[in-house]
Nanobody
């Protein structure tokens, strides 16, 4: 099993920023394509951002394009989600996820970190 550890969630005012971090102790994060998902109360879990193993390719859901940036730092064995211009609609539990290509689905998940954006 791959254990994912998230950090960086919290409470922020509308328009503020947060940076989420994800690591996999005992694993090499660069072995995996990584993603961030979120789930708001009463809503389905949705894809937010993804990054390839090399970091050469990224993808985002439309609602966060231009505001969120996913990146990875091999030296720190960490994947980040920089979130800027946060809005209350971004309030959710954010989950780090990993998949091992060529698998098309994310098989490994963190336990989530709460992001709350106040007005």
């Amino acid at each position: 099993q791959v254990q994912l550890v998230e950090s960086g969630g919290g409470l922020v005012q509308r328009g503020g920023s947060l940076r989420l971090s994800c690591a996999a102790p005992g694993r090499t994060v660069s072995d995996y394509a990584m993603g961030w998902f979120r789930q708001a109360p009463g809503k389905d879990r949705e894809f937010v951002a993804g990054i390839s193993r090399t970091g050469a390719s990224t993808s985002y859901t439309d609602s966060v394009k231009g505001r969120f940036t996913i990146s990875r730092d091999d030296a720190k064995n960490t994947v980040y989600l920089q979130m800027n211009s946060l809005a209350p609609e971004d309030t959710a539990v954010y989950y780090c996820a990993a998949r091992f290509p060529p698998a098309a689905t994310y098989a490994y998940w963190g336990t989530g970190t709460q992001v709350t954006v106040s007005s």
